[in-house]
């Protein structure tokens, strides 16, 4: 049973371009996480979603960044024009139920340059 | 609002016991008590969780008071792959979608 798969690993964007960070989650598991942790800082939540539903976008930025979890395929946290400070390493988690504990992806390390 | 204090870092001997200490006074009677670690930057990992009474896995043991304002991790033998970020973390257990709140949490090096 894999556990949960992000991709790419690494993804180096210039100012301005878009940036698409993929998730799949493990198998059985419908309710997915994100988070975003800045260098030397803790994880700080973005959004949880369920198949096809953004449950809580209440850590999202309000601008440039959006979230998707579609019935088929992975979910997809897309963000637009990017810029230097969105440079951080952005963690993926899934869930059975979206009540006990959850298992976080290696994360996708993202640097805009 | 990580709800929970921690001290940011702490040594520990390789072969010891390891007791991460954290404070959580303003827990609510419905609120579990998480504890995760992050290892040099990959994703968070799981360790242990509980409600009142005191747990024990595989991997660590967790001791909560009695009145709930406090716990300790506990891992029993620590080695040198112990060293990590330690997370303690509230968490409404049976209320769908709340997130967890990371606060700084506690640097453990193990030392050999």
């Known amino acids: 049973n894999a556990g949960v798969m992000q991709n790419p690993r690494h993804l180096v964007r210039r100012r301005g371009q878009e940036a698409r960070l993929r998730c799949s989650p493990m198998?059985?598991?419908?309710?997915v996480y994100w988070y975003r942790q800045l260098p030397e800082e803790g994880l700080k939540f973005m959004v949880y979603?369920?198949?096809?539903?953004?449950?809580?976008e209440s850590g999202m930025p309000k601008e440039r960044f959006s979230a998707e979890f579609p019935k088929e395929g992975p979910s997809i946290l897309r963000i637009q024009q990017v810029v230097r400070g969105d440079s951080a390493a952005y963690f993926c988690?899934?869930?059975?139920?979206?009540?006990?504990?959850?298992?976080f992806g290696s994360g996708t390390r993202l640097t805009v340059v | 609002d990580a709800k929970t204090t921690q001290p940011p870092s702490m040594d520990c001997a390789e072969g010891r016991a390891a007791n991460l200490p954290c404070n959580h006074s303003?827990?609510?009677?419905?609120?579990?008590v998480y504890w995760y670690r992050q290892i040099h930057s990959q994703g968070p990992q799981y360790i242990i969780h509980g409600l009142k009474n005191n747990e024990t896995n595989e991997m660590a043991s967790l001791i909560i008071t009695e009145d709930r304002k406090s716990s300790t991790l506990i891992l029993p033998h620590a080695t040198l792959r112990d060293t990590a970020v330690y997370y303690c973390?509230?968490?409404?257990?049976?209320?769908?979608?709340?997130?967890?709140?990371f606060g700084t949490g506690t640097s453990l090096t193990v030392i050999p």
């Open positions: 979603l369920q198949k096809e539903n953004i449950i809580d």
């Open positions: 973390i509230v968490r409404v257990g049976r209320n769908t979608g709340n997130q967890f709140y």
């Open positions: 988690a899934s869930s059975p139920d979206g009540i006990l504990g959850y298992t």
């Open positions: 303003t827990i609510s009677g419905n609120e579990y």
């Open positions: 198998k059985g598991h419908s309710h």
